[in-house]
């Protein structure tokens, strides 16, 4: 049973991160981005004034276009980027 469920996550794993390959590369040939940005380089480039803690909300996955530590790990479509993440999977 456990075997089953390793086996079944990592072809999940496996799945994912080829399709986050293939969306790279068709966003790469249609000029477009797929990575996630960085929380702290987009306020660099904003410079937010006057913020105003407004609560927790629930935003929906699609609508996420950062992070502010883990960009790097996934694609925009939440699709992994890096092999060490198969482990967390």
Do not use: C, H
């Amino acid at each position: 049973m456990a075997s089953d469920l390793f086996s079944q996550a990592n072809e999940d794993f496996e799945k994912a991160r080829s399709r986050g390959r293939i969306q790279s590369v068709l966003s790469n040939l249609a000029w477009k981005n797929s990575d996630l940005l960085s929380f702290y380089a987009v306020t660099d480039l904003i410079k937010p004034r006057n913020e105003t803690y407004l609560g927790m909300r629930t935003i929906p996955v699609n609508q996420i276009i950062g992070s502010e530590g883990r960009y790097q790990d996934f694609s925009l479509a939440f699709y992994p980027k890096k092999e060490l993440l198969r482990a967390r999977w």
